[in-house]
């Protein structure tokens, strides 16, 4: 841009500020802007003009101060304001939109300790006492390090350090809720020629007869699971679950923590959810993402019964080594287009793994993987009662096990209606 250019330019923008003087209140904003361009007009004629309006939005600010609130009362020990960073995005929260996520995060932590919200120690971040009872956890050892004693005899550990369950409800959530039964573990994957010729509409009418039969399954409509998740953290703790399915793609999931209770609820179009391990009562939508990937997941039989009646096309792609075992690899499309694949042990029949939705993190998706284990028979159906469900770029997988499976329960279609906050 020319100084000729710019300086036609300046005239031109101070006859736009002249006129938008006039127009008083109404155009307090273009005024300011205007003012600020002309400024950097005049000062900065070699540059090219290049204008960011940033409004902060105080509710986004609020939003980030009750998730990170959450996230320190809900953690098994104190976090780091990179790993506070690295835990919100894994809860599904798009820090990552920020300019600047990093400073945002320390400027909330800074700010939740001032309003004496959390403590600080030595650079890391913890509950304050004050909302134990809140969050219902026991501290191991009142006395710390600060103090000295007895509890505080190990140098260098923090001044709370927790004996309850470290509460990564939502990771474990997101992780595990809606791909349960769609259909870190190593996996070698090396192109074979498929064993028998096999195609693959008979391999799925294989699974579907090892798995007990299409008839069998066509009379399931609705079906209960109870048992333990992974919760993360250290000591890995295991909270109980339970989940209840019912025709067509309807799930209610309960997940039990410090006498308290987290609900995620679709009806098949609609989601919501109750996440008081989040510090929120409330009852809340499903997000855009959240309500993608629920819309995503196949019906209680999962993707083979019946594939053609749910217009899921099903291609043979080979044969891969699935946790040292052979394993068709077919290629699921659904009719909207939507693609995943899913193994299938190549002498069983049953289904090993399946691509679960992928989960957005660090500003993009990060693909999912499901490993089915451990079959069992429940009313002359094979069922899996392990399921561990793995995020690429996560260090720690999440397992899934079954106790108890129910098929056919009476399952009111209010279950899976919108819950209501206690």
């Known amino acids: ?3 000729d250019h710019l300086k036609a330019t300046m005239e031109e923008t101070r006859q736009q500020l002249a006129l938008a003087v006039q127009q008083q209140n109404e155009w307090n904003f273009e005024v300011y802007r205007l003012q600020g361009l ?14 960011d309006v940033i409004q902060t939005d105080m509710q986004e600010r609020l ?3 009750e998730a990170i609130e959450g996230l320190i009362n809900g953690a098994g020990q104190p976090l780091a304001p990179l790993e506070v960073m690295e835990n919100l995005r894994l809860y599904g929260y798009d820090i990552d939109r920020h300019s600047n996520p990093g400073a945002r995060v320390h400027q909330t932590l800074k700010r939740l300790s001032s309003a004496g919200r959390i403590k600080e120690y030595r650079g890391r971040y913890m509950r304050n006492d004050f909302n134990q009872w809140l969050f219902g956890f026991e501290e191991k050892a009142p006395q710390s390090a600060l103090t000295g004693g007895e509890a505080g005899s190990k140098r260098g550990q923090s001044p709370h350090h927790y004996r309850s369950e470290p509460l990564m409800l939502k990771r474990t959530l997101l992780y595990c809720i809606f791909l349960l039964f769609a259909g870190s573990v190593a996996v070698s994957v090396e192109s074979q020629t498929a064993p028998a010729n096999l195609s693959a509409t008979e391999i799925a009418d294989r699974n579907v007869s090892a798995r007990g039969g299409l008839q069998a399954w066509l009379a399931v409509h609705t079906i209960s699971y109870s048992g333990k998740l992974d919760a993360g953290g250290k000591e890995n703790v295991q909270l109980p679950f339970f989940m209840e399915m019912k025709r067509p793609r309807k799930t209610r999931v309960e997940i039990e923590f410090a006498n308290d209770k987290a609900v995620q ?4 179009a609609n989601g919501w959810k109750l996440r008081p391990y989040l510090g ?3 009852v809340e939508p499903f997000s855009a993402d959240e309500l993608k990937a629920a819309s995503m997941e196949y019906d209680l039989d999962g993707p083979l019964v019946d594939h053609a009646t749910k217009s899921i096309q099903v291609d043979l792609e080979g044969v891969e080594t699935v946790e040292g075992h052979d394993a068709y690899k077919l290629k699921l499309t659904a009719k909207d287009g939507q693609v995943r694949h899913l193994w299938v042990d190549t002498e069983t029949f049953l289904e090993v793994k399946i691509e679960g939705v992928p989960r957005r993190m660090d500003g993009r998706m ?13 009313n002359g159906l094979m069922v899996p009662y392990v399921l561990e469900t793995s995020v690429q770029g996560v260090r720690q997988s999440h397992k899934m096990t ?3 499976v129910v098929v056919n329960p009476e399952l009111d279609d209010s279950l899976f209606a919108k819950p209501t906050a206690k």
């Open 1 to 3: 841009m020319t100084t």
């Open 38 to 51: 002309l400024r950097n007009l005049a000062v900065n004629l070699h540059e090219t003009e290049k204008a």
């Open 63 to 65: 939003a980030m101060g």
């Open 265 to 268: 609820v679709y009806d098949g």
């Open 280 to 282: 929120r009562r409330d």
């Open 366 to 378: 990060r693909p999912v993987e499901i490993y089915y284990r451990d079959y069992k028979t429940v």
């Open 402 to 404: 079954i106790e108890s």
